[in-house]
């Protein structure tokens, strides 16, 4: 989806982070599960199109486009990333606040970083605000002129988080379809029995969940930052030691515990918004409810009457395990060139909380 820019140089700048965010693609859309995949696909074309979230989706239509995508995909997948050029510079598309430096004056955010599995992000968007939270940057992108498959709402990078408006409300309606499949009774089934999704409400329904979840997209990257400050460098080098494994997921997941036990959760229980908890409940995957049963427990005992104590003492409990945990796998980590992968993933198996 090229939109017009305010000027060629920008029109040739979102082309070549577009062709970016497709060779990322083409390396990495295997990895999700069919499922999950086929959900993505829908609404990469989705966005492409510009179609509105009430229109539903001719299967013939998608059918045609994701194969001339593949197609494009296995021609990218051994090209290398391209540099950027602004101001009549060739800049890395990594070196996203040179990048932004530039486009300041043009309202206009862009990152490249690296995600999950070692995966490259790439995106271009204009921006809405930009806000100094303490020592963090914070730029809040609304409309996306350039995004890849995986399009993560939120990624902080040393002192900067990027907050992606467009891509929390894609994200939102990937995990309302996703529910509609079978329409469980959980936490997304009371998530959305705080909302009117009728079908003359969409849209606007969807905007005032982006609105309220955008705050806790927020809250989650604060704490990513306050967790990467208490364990520094070596945990982000243990985690380069160990892409598209178990233990990967794993230590990310008891991470995510700790900077949610640091920030989201504190934030979730002093608004005591009803719907943000159960969202951020619906949100967690299955390596992180695995690895914390006990959290799991008070939310259902939560959702039954018990008050909002039992899932601040839960919270508690959790901050010094998963910071005592993560210090003690560094420190077992640090003790050989070549950490066990197995005995890192036994470990975290044997604290769960």
């Known amino acids: ?70 197609a494009l995909w296995r021609e990218l997948e051994d090209h290398r990333f391209l540099s950027l050029e602004i101001d009549g510079q060739q800049l890395d598309p990594f070196e996203s606040d040179e990048i932004n430096r530039h486009l300041q004056r043009y309202d206009l955010v862009y990152s490249g970083g690296v995600g999950r599995g070692a995966q490259p992000h790439f995106f271009l968007g204009e921006l809405v605000r930009k806000v100094e939270h303490g020592d963090y940057s914070v730029l809040i992108s609304g409309r996306e002129f350039a995004r890849d498959l995986g399009s993560p709402p939120a990624m902080s990078q040393g002192r900067t988080i990027y ?76 985690l380069a030691t160990l892409p598209h494994s178990k233990a990967e997921i794993m230590l990310r997941a008891i991470r995510d515990h700790l900077a949610d036990a640091l920030s989201t959760l504190p934030a979730l229980l002093q608004r005591q918004q009803t719907a943000s908890i159960h969202f951020y409940f619906a ?57 066990d992968i197995k005995s890192i993933e036994q470990r975290i198996e044997d604290s769960r909380l």
């Open 163 to 238: 907050l992606r408006r467009e891509s929390l409300r894609r994200m939102l309606w990937e995990k309302i379809e996703e529910w509609r499949w079978n329409r469980p009774l959980n936490a997304m089934s009371r998530t959305l029995a705080e909302y009117d999704f009728s079908t003359t409400n969409v849209e606007r329904t969807l905007e005032r969940l982006t609105d309220v979840e955008l705050e806790s997209m927020l809250d989650h990257e604060i704490g990513e930052i306050m967790a990467q400050d208490q364990l520094g460098e070596a945990w982000e080098t243990l």
């Open 283 to 339: 949100n967690l995957n299955s390596m992180r409810k695995h690895l914390y049963p006990g959290l799991m427990a008070a939310y259902e005992a939560w959702c039954q009457g018990e008050g909002f104590a039992i899932l601040r003492k839960q919270m508690l409990a959790g901050k010094a395990h998963w910071q005592a945990l993560c210090e003690e796998i560094m420190f077992f980590a640090s003790e050989s060139e070549n950490p």
């Open 1 to 70: 989806m090229y939109l017009e820019l305010a000027t060629p140089e920008l029109t040739a700048l979102d082309h070549r982070v577009q062709k970016n965010c497709h060779i990322s693609d083409a390396q990495f859309a295997g990895n999700y599960t069919l499922c999950i995949y086929l959900l993505k696909m829908r609404e990469l074309y989705r966005w492409e199109t510009q179609q509105p979230f009430s229109t539903t989706l001719g299967n013939d239509e998608v059918g045609d486009w994701l194969k001339d995508r593949e």
